[in-house]
Each structure stands twice: as structure tokens, then as C-alpha cells.
């Protein structure tokens, strides 16, 4: 089992910045690639950014690419999305997920491909 915390979210202005955390429970989240979905109001939920296992590979949705960075500290049991350059059309719940059926670098895209959730947090982009 793993449990899965989000923090970080809140209001911020257009062009600016948010860290979102996500923290794990459980002795598998090494063994997890890590994902990003957002949900916008009205709207289905969509693939942001995922991690592989051991943070060597990420990939990302393409309307977020060159503003957010995901990483992750297995240390920590942490994942981490930085947002630069916010957007109104990031305004959505964020949510955190992991995927213990992962090999190697591999990383889904899809929700069916993971099997832990978070609740999810706010982020809100005021124009």
C-alpha cells in the first residue's frame, strides 16, 4: 500500500511560481514510478509530468514542458512538481500518483496506469 499527501498548492498571479510536494507512505515508494494528473473544472482529468523509478527519466504533457520540473527524493519518499511561468489555464486540482507495477525507466501516461491516489490540491492562477 501506499498513501499519498499533496501540499503546496494555493493562489498565485500569472507568470508565477508554485512547488507542489507530494509525500508517500509506505516501504514501496522507491519501487514506484511517480505521476502528475491535473483536473480543471468542467473538464476530464489529464496526464501532467511523470518519474521513473530512479528519477533518471520524466516526461511531460507538451503544454507544460519548459515550465514544470518533476523530481523526486526516495529518500525522502518525496515527488516534487515546480511550476514556472503559471498560467490561468493551469488553474486545476493536482493530483499525485504511483504506479508499483513500473520496470526500469518505464512511466505511464494514462490513469489506468496507476494505482495509488492522492487527494489532490489546489492550484489557482488569477489572470
Known amino acids: 500500500q501506499v498513501q499519498l499527501v499533496e501540499s503546496g498548492g494555493g493562489l498565485v498571479q500569472a507568470g508565477g511560481s508554485l512547488r507542489l510536494s507530494c509525500a508517500a507512505s509506505?516501504?514501496?515508494?522507491?519501487?514506484?514510478?511517480m505521476g502528475w494528473f491535473r483536473q480543471a473544472p468542467g473538464k476530464e482529468r489529464e496526464f501532467v509530468a511523470a518519474?521513473?523509478?530512479?528519477?533518471?527519466?520524466?516526461i511531460y504533457t507538451d503544454s507544460v514542458k519548459g515550465r514544470f520540473t518533476m523530481s523526486r527524493d526516495n529518500a525522502k519518499n518525496t515527488v516534487y512538481l515546480q511550476m514556472n511561468s503559471l498560467k490561468p489555464e493551469d488553474t486545476a486540482v493536482y493530483y499525485c500518483?504511483?504506479?508499483?507495477?513500473?520496470?526500469?525507466?518505464?512511466?505511464?501516461?494514462?490513469?489506468?496506469?496507476?494505482?495509488?491516489w492522492g487527494q489532490g490540491t489546489q492550484v489557482t492562477v488569477s489572470s
Open positions: 509506505g516501504r514501496i515508494f522507491s519501487s514506484c514510478a
Open positions: 500518483t504511483a504506479d508499483w507495477r513500473a520496470l526500469g525507466i518505464a512511466v505511464g501516461t494514462t490513469e489506468t496506469d496507476y494505482e495509488y
Open positions: 518519474v521513473s523509478r530512479s528519477g533518471s527519466r520524466t
